[in-house]
């Protein structure tokens, strides 16, 4: 059976070039008692937008894993798969981020919805969890209400399983559910009923990403009330841990953040509370290691400063194009962004200071930083530049992937110093 360890890390690598500088920063921080498993995670739309496919992923997976003599359990990511795309993922695939977002607030079959109600009414009333001192409250009309949200899409969820498990056989591949990618958090007595509706479809999810409240924006700070947010995350911890005894669901099943990256404002939060609990944590990034290699660009100054200046300049003309496909998880003030004139007499360090998040450091922009995070189709667009560029200057941006990872993601959440 395919297992996924108690910490695991979703890591981005859209062009597929640093995947040893990652892995790296999991063997890191394993010599520093923290044992992570790593993941590689591209959707679908990644791929579109550049022009790679899910083997590719793979074959980077197991080259750079071998290479490093890496012996540990790892996966690949078939990230934010649904009905329409989860072909192309099933073989290369060993694990499936089942989202279910599209679906959600469409109404099941009447009779399906009264069915789950009368399985539930059980837990009508008030429902004690573990270190938890309010007791949370369900009506049946609450029950009623979820399951018109939320059954057609768990009944999604398990049709789209199934194609998986027909192919690579029960046990041999890692499930999530997602569904992050709406507008609005789902509470942690949703989260409850969520994943009863799992449970009684037999769906082994082994994580579950839900829905926060605030913003999870791409490649910067988490936006919101971090105080609102532990407490919520707490809540969802216990009842995870309340689900997977009353529903049959996988003892290691577990939360998985759906960062965009970069929350560095709640990650000291996500580490307590898990610690306080010892719960494990998949925490998915998103592709800022682009980002990182943008930022190695600049910093190796000559042509490939002046490369990443010209997709700075082009993404400018294109920026509503290239913002359209991210428009909820972005949120850039266009006034920020500095104009071409003024960049083109910016040195190696103030291009690099300005993309890299390093908050204090008063050159960063996360203006800028967002920006060029969604621009990566302009690199695509002229890959063999790129490619001979990050191979001439592949000792500084490997250096700064590694960085970024280890010492601003994994340091942080798990609190190695
Ligand atoms: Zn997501």
Redo the contacts with the bound molecule.
């Keep these: 059976m395919k297992t996924l360890g108690k910490y695991s890390i979703g890591m981005g690598d859209r062009f597929g070039r640093q995947g040893s500088a990652q892995l790296k920063a999991v063997i890191e921080a394993g010599t520093k008692g923290i044992d992570i498993t790593p993941v590689w995670n591209k959707s679908n739309r990644e791929h579109m937008i550049i022009g790679t496919r899910p083997d590719d992923v793979r074959k980077e997976a197991d080259e750079v894993t071998k290479k490093a003599g890496f012996t540990k359990p790892y996966f690949v990511d078939a990230d934010?798969i649904n009905l329409d795309t989860v072909d192309r993922f099933i073989d290369c695939s060993d694990f499936f981020t089942i989202d279910v977002a599209s679906y959600i607030g469409n109404k099941a079959d009447e009779e399906k919805i009264e069915e789950f109600v009368i399985r539930s009414m059980v837990y009508s009333g008030k429902i004690r969890f573990n270190d938890i001192a309010e007791p949370i409250e369900v009506s049946l009309k609450k029950i009623k209400n979820i399951a018109e949200k939320y059954l057609f899409a768990a009944l999604k969820a398990r049709e789209i399983y199934e194609i998986i498990e027909k192919k690579k056989g029960k046990g041999n591949f890692v499930t999530e559910v997602?569904m992050?990618?709406v507008p609005h958090p789902q509470t942690p007595v949703e989260l409850l009923f969520i994943l009863k509706m799992l449970g009684d479809l037999k769906i082994p999810a082994q994580t579950i990403?839900p829905k926060f409240s605030g913003r999870f924006n791409k490649g910067v700070d988490y936006s919101g009330d971090p105080d609102k947010f532990a407490a919520e995350f707490e809540s969802d911890l216990m009842v995870i841990d309340y689900a997977i005894k009353e529903f049959g669901l996988p003892d290691n099943l577990k939360m998985s953040i759906?960062s965009g990256s970069d929350k560095f404002a709640i990650y000291p939060y996500i580490g307590s509370i898990i610690r306080k609990h010892d719960k494990g944590i998949h925490l998915?990034t998103a592709g800022t290691t682009w980002l990182e290699e943008v930022t190695g660009l600049a910093l190796s100054d000559g042509a490939a400063l002046e490369f990443v200046k010209e997709i700075y300049f082009s993404s400018l003309e294109k920026t509503d194009e290239l913002c359209a496909p991210y428009a909820d998880v972005i949120d850039i003030d266009k006034s920020g962004l500095p104009s071409v004139k003024e960049v083109s007499g910016w040195s190696s360090k103030k291009f690099a200071d300005s993309i890299r998040h390093v908050e204090g450091n008063s050159d960063y922009n996360p203006n800028i930083r967002q920006l060029i995070h969604v621009a990566y189709k302009l690199a695509a667009e002229n890959s063999d530049k790129f490619f001979i560029l990050l191979a001439e200057n592949s000792k500084t941006v490997a250096e700064c992937v590694f960085e970024n990872l280890y010492n601003r993601h994994i340091c942080r959440l798990f609190d190695i110093r």
Excluded: L
């Design positions: 934010h997602s992050d990618e990403a759906h998915k």
